[in-house]
């Protein structure tokens, strides 16, 4: 318990204290004119009250990243606390506002804009390329979740569930940004909070032993290594790249640049919080990782222990909410997903998404890719995408790093995580069986080689 208060207590810190730091090196400035109130058109750029922006960008970047995340990274003990409160601190929430404050000025640009300028048109191509096909396999894969349950629920067939589920893929990915994400998003964003909350004070009040047997050491009962798989499978409540293609979403919608640290910084330390919550649960519902590991099963079924916890804790009330939980928060996440991998292929193309058959083109377009996804087996394709996320994450604070050196600011705040989740993601690229398998020990050397050729390519890219 007393483990589980410091890190909450290390986390609100992180956000008073280096939040300000962060924040001071940015020169966030309330007199600067918004995206919002500079290129307002009713769709994409839509003013909206700080508050509600906080929620939807919380539900957009959390979903069920937090809770899938941090239970199946929990298998490596209390020791992925730390990578939740130290990444989400040094490395999420500078990510997230770095890229929100980024696209705030200029002009809301996504991700690929920013890609482009410091990186140059060859790579800009190839990298529009994996954030679409990374966003629609979100979407797919989102939509394919839920569409099962919801058939083992009612009885009506798959395939009548995952039509529904993309019509309103295609609704959302459409329309004007307040009149559904704008308007349901704030309320799902709440519940969730409310029902994580309720869950901990239960764990609480049950007076249980938080972390059995506690030892700051690789309790994996299959004895992967923490280095890097627990970097890669928790990525949401630590550092994910998702979050890039979100945040631009907001800055549209934002007024006063002096909301950026609350909504940008802060919602990815709540995030933390949540997936810390999570990871405790757990750990301590099951009474150590060997149990939790039972509870998933060969497949790592999160789903399951997030409904036989909610149960245990909340009754049968509490399993279906959990079950209705996951089938919201995963399709809150496809959508977001494809309305962004819209908005990524317009700024690329230079479309004006005021233009409504520009928009439906484009939207139709992004549906087919997801649709065209989901009829075929994923679950090899899936994969391959903790990796291809935490890469998104380190193309982003690279590209933090270069904005914050080519503005005269202390580009350390991202130089530092970016070698980091640089480590990670090559030494994950050499390990992996899906990728070039190699011995652990080996892995780690190609992690570093690599590592070492980044920065020193970022260092001359600099000048």
């Not at 029902?195 to 009962?221: A, C, E, H, R």
């Not at 993601?425 to 590592?451: D, H, Q, R």
């Amino acid at each position: 318990m007393v483990l589980f208060l410091l890190a909450s207590v290390l986390l609100l810190g992180g956000y008073l204290i280096y939040g300000f730091f962060v924040e001071k090196i940015l020169g966030i400035n309330s007199k600067n004119k918004t995206p919002a109130q500079a290129l307002a058109d009713g769709v994409d750029f839509v003013p909206m009250k700080p508050s509600k922006i906080f929620l939807i960008q919380f539900l957009n970047i959390a979903g069920l990243g937090p809770v899938f995340g941090a239970i199946l990274g929990a298998l490596y003990g209390p020791v992925c606390l730390f990578w939740i409160v130290f990444g989400s601190i040094f490395a999420g929430a500078v990510h997230d506002m770095l890229s929100g404050v980024i696209s705030l000025r200029n002009g809301g640009s996504t991700m690929t804009t920013f890609v482009q300028k410091y990186f140059g048109s060859k790579f800009h191509f190839f990298f529009i390329i994996l954030m679409v096909l990374l966003l629609t396999l979100v979407g797919s894969i989102f939509a394919q979740t839920p569409a099962h349950l919801l058939e083992s629920m009612s009885g009506w067939p798959f395939m009548i569930w995952l039509g529904l589920i993309f019509g309103y893929y295609f609704l959302a990915t459409l329309l004007p940004i307040d009149k559904i994400i704008g308007r349901f998003y704030p309320i799902f964003g709440a519940c969730l909070i409310i029902s994580t909350i309720l869950l901990l004070g239960v764990l609480f009040w049950k007076n249980m032993d938080f972390y059995p047997n506690l030892k700051v050491l690789n309790q994996n009962p299959t004895g992967r290594p923490i280095f890097p798989l627990m970097f890669i499978t928790i990525a949401c409540g630590a550092l994910s790249g998702f979050h890039a293609t979100q945040s631009p979403m907001m800055a549209r919608c934002l007024t006063n640049e002096k909301y950026a640290r609350p909504i940008f910084y802060g919602a990815m330390i709540l995030e933390g919080f949540i997936a810390l919550i999570w990871a405790t649960l757990g750990i301590a519902f099951y009474q150590g990782t060997a149990g939790l590991n039972a509870a998933l099963g060969p497949t790592g079924n999160a789903g399951a222990v997030v409904s036989q916890i909610s149960k245990a804790f909340l009754g049968q009330w509490g399993g279906t909410l959990a079950i209705l939980s996951v089938i919201f928060l995963a399709i809150t996440t496809g959508d977001t997903a494809l309305r962004s991998a819209r908005l990524s292929c317009a700024d690329f193309l230079k479309s004006n998404q005021k233009n409504l058959k520009n928009r439906i083109i484009l939207s139709l377009f992004i549906l087919g890719l997801a649709v065209g996804m989901a009829l075929i087996d994923l679950n090899k394709i899936w994969l391959y995408f903790g990796w291809a996320n935490q890469l998104l994450a380190t193309i982003m604070l690279w590209v933090g790093a270069l904005y914050l050196r080519e503005h005269k600011k202390n580009e350390w705040i991202a130089v530092l995580p970016a070698i980091f989740i640089t480590c990670v993601c090559g030494t994950y690229l050499g390990y992996a069986p899906i990728l070039l398998n190699l011995p652990i020990e080996k892995a780690f050397l190609f992690g570093l080689v690599l590592t070492a050729a980044v920065t020193g390519f970022y260092f001359y890219k600099r000048q």
